[in-house]
């Protein structure tokens, strides 16, 4: 049974199952570490052994691992994610503060 078969038959939700369990390019960020480790140490393309979850059993295909290239909007992604990480540490030190007072 190929991948496409198991998703046509076994994926519940309508358009997963209409884009074959596509979900496109995920970041290492976006996915849980367990996950993360898995796709990053596999040598595409491969399908990983099914990972059992409370809500079911996850599949992944993993096609391609997309090295990425530090460019001018990757750059500025980058800063801003950091950015606004560091800004809501402040803001949440300051709130902090006033309700100490």
Known sequence: MSFYDVTNKYIQDKELRRQGGYLG?????????????????????QLLKPIV???GISLILVEEIIQ??????????????????????????????????
Do not use: H
């Not at 530090?70 to 950091?82: A, H, K, V």
């Open 25 to 45: 390019v995920q970041r290492r960020q976006d996915l849980k570490p367990e996950i993360s480790a898995a796709v990053f140490a596999t040598k595409p393309p």
């Open 53 to 55: 979850k409370a809500k």
């Open 68 to 101: 990425p290239e530090l460019n001018d909007q990757l750059r500025y992604q980058i800063w801003s994610e950091l950015f606004g990480e560091w800004l809501k540490d402040k803001v949440g030190v300051v709130q902090l503060i006033n309700k100490s007072k």
